[in-house]
């Protein structure tokens, strides 16, 4: 049997917490000093159903309550331990590491493993061989951001330590603990995605079921040149694994979003796009209308901020209104041009890359269907309204959905993974693409209506654990 380890290993202290489920006895070991972290006795008033008095003794019952959710999922004879701290993580105005998890030590070629030549997580090689094969280690290392929300970290936006999900514009912890618990139990690739270079030159048992279908290979097979080009192939590559695929047709959505641009012939064509998780959701035959540019902000920018103009109000009235992304909230801006009279929004993102991620927010007044497109496509449909007069553009689309294929997956029905280009580091390849609708558990960024579950009718993290051998 091999072994490597993963990361490393901070000194163990006291077992904070240990309990058992349906399936499996899930703990969490507190790793923090005196007076910090899960040890901060600063006063906190009950919330959300979270009843400790102490902020350490609240962030304690949220760990409880994400291990309960993994406990009565798994199925396991073997204690998985997490090891857990509260760090300062990378964070500034505008946005923070939220945690990070993985496993502490990684296996291959053990009895029982259902692939010899494959890397396992800690906790799926102890459930796969029956015992604890290293009693010493943890399973999982968990880091998470104690400073979220503080001055100069994400200002005003905590995490929410309830545990009804009740959260509003706060950072849900339960949800944020169950996704990066499931990179800890095996939800991840071992080998680099920029560099493509296996793990000590053994694929992980991830690899086994990544498909990149331009290339007609999975990455078990593909030279480490090809896995770094997969790794940016967006749209193309998926989740072979046959649980995943049959499971995705009870979770995602039938029918992708799209917009079709109609008119003029020399742009028309279907751009992929991604959907609000507010307002409501796309359908068919979907809006169709003449597009129109918001144009607020030099140079030759819309960012809708504020209500439109005049001018820019009696452009957009009942029409589609083109949005840059930029300087505030996808609500404010969606809200501002519904209230301008505009039948939908499109909001052009403002950095490279792709696919096009969904809009985050939270307003239950916005009743037009609004999405993002990549900075390119902006561009291209920007250059076709170039020439559009004060009230028309010429330019015609319809933003719906395409019937023949579910949110977030391939013509064939396998489910996409991220692959945005350029890459990310930490986030590609290893999570769900942010096509996929509802949203899952597992893509990059946590999204604000997500349900606590991470099993089928609503998630498809447990699918493909279970397809890596759970």
């Given at each position: 049997?091999?072994?490597?380890l ?22 969490i ?24 008095t ?136 071992y ?6 270079e296996q ?28 896995r ?21 047709r ?62 820019n ?143 089928p009718?609503?998630?498809?993290t ?9």
């Amino acid at each position: 049997m091999k072994r490597l380890l993963s990361a490393s290993v901070a000194a163990l202290a006291l077992l904070f917490s240990s309990a058992s489920w349906a399936a499996a006895t899930i703990t969490i070991v507190n790793g923090d000093p005196a007076g910090a972290g899960f040890n901060d006795t600063t006063p906190a008033a009950p919330v959300g159903g979270n009843l400790g008095t102490t902020l350490g003794a609240q962030r304690l019952n949220v760990f409880q309550a994400a291990a309960a959710k993994w406990g009565a999922t798994l199925d396991s004879a073997v204690p998985i331990r997490i090891l857990a701290t509260w760090d300062a993580l990378p964070c500034d105005e505008g946005g923070a590491v939220l945690g990070a998890a993985g496993a502490l030590a990684v296996f291959s070629g053990f009895p029982g493993a259902p692939v010899a030549n494959a890397w396992f997580s800690k906790a799926e090689t102890d459930k796969l061989v029956g015992e604890d094969v290293e009693p010493d280690t943890p399973d999982i290392r968990a880091t998470f951001n104690v400073n979220l929300g503080q001055p100069g970290c994400f200002t005003g936006t905590p995490f929410y330590l309830g545990l009804d999900n009740n959260h509003g514009p706060l950072v849900d912890l339960v949800t944020v603990l169950l996704h990066e618990f499931g990179h800890g139990l095996g939800f991840q690739t071992y080998t680099d995605d920029e560099t493509g270079e296996q793990l000590a030159g053994v694929p992980s048992i991830w690899d086994y079921f990544l498909l990149d279908t331009t290339l007609g290979k999975l990455w078990k097979d593909m030279s480490d040149e090809e896995r770094v080009f997969s790794a940016t192939n967006s749209g193309h590559l998926v989740w072979n694994g046959p649980i995943v695929t049959a499971a995705a047709r009870t979770v995602l959505q039938a029918g992708a979003p799209v917009l079709t641009i109609l008119s003029p012939a020399s742009i028309a064509g279907v751009d992929q796009v991604g959907a609000a998780s507010f307002g409501p959701p796309l359908g068919s035959p979907g809006v169709t209308g003449e597009v129109m540019q918001v144009i607020d902000t030099a140079p030759d920018l819309g960012l809708a901020c504020n209500p439109l103009s005049p001018a820019n109000a009696l452009a957009v009235r009942g029409k589609i209104a083109l949005i840059d992304r930029g300087a505030c909230t996808f609500v404010v801006k969606v809200r501002n041009a519904q209230d301008a009279g505009a039948i939908a929004v499109v909001i052009a993102d403002n950095a490279p890359g792709s696919p096009p991620a969904g809009l985050g927010g939270t307003d239950p007044g916005i009743v037009i269907p609004a999405v993002r497109i990549t900075q390119d496509d902006g561009r291209r449909l920007k250059a076709a309204l170039a020439k559009r007069t004060r009230l028309h553009s010429g330019v015609f689309a319809n933003l719906g959905v395409n019937l023949a294929m579910r949110a977030g997956t391939d013509a064939a029905g396998r489910v996409l993974m991220f692959a945005p280009n350029p890459d990310q580091p930490g986030s590609s390849v290893s999570h769900y693409d942010t096509s996929a609708f509802p949203n899952l558990l597992m893509e990059p960024a946590i999204n604000g209506d997500l349900l606590h579950e991470v099993a089928p009718p609503r998630d498809l993290t447990f699918p493909l654990l279970r397809d890596i051998g759970w």
